[in-house]
């Protein structure tokens, strides 16, 4: 069983930056690809950012030279850079790791980030 602990959720005005961090239970990285996703109200839940076993990352094309995805191995945390955020970046932000091979998913409980003026 793998938790994960979203947190840096908050309100933040257009143009500035927060950092979401997520800490896993254990040392999961080198089996896991991690996963940034998000879902705004009345929105399905979209992936915004991954990081496979490997080191390769993806971003969804609506936060692609604002949005960074990197870990922390020493400390099983995983970071998302959010900066030029936009009030349509408003969402509840989850973690996410899902194993290479045998298919098993686990999310965090979700931070909210809210961009507004």
């Known amino acids: 069983q793998v938790q994960l602990v979203e947190s840096g959720g908050g309100l933040v005005q257009p143009g500035g930056s927060l950092r979401l961090s997520c800490a896993a239970s254990?040392?999961?990285?080198?089996?896991?690809?991690m996963g940034w996703y998000r879902q705004a109200p009345g929105k399905q839940r979209e992936l915004v950012a991954a990081m496979t076993n490997g080191g390769s990352t993806n971003y969804a094309d609506s936060v692609k030279g604002r949005f960074t995805i990197s870990r922390d191995v020493a400390k099983n945390t995983v970071y998302l850079q959010m900066n030029s955020l936009a009030p349509e970046d408003t969402a509840v932000y989850y973690c996410n790791a899902a194993h290479v091979g045998l298919g098993s998913n686990y999310w965090g409980q979700g931070t909210q980030v809210t961009v507004s003026s």
């Open positions: 254990g040392r999961i990285f080198s089996f896991y690809t």
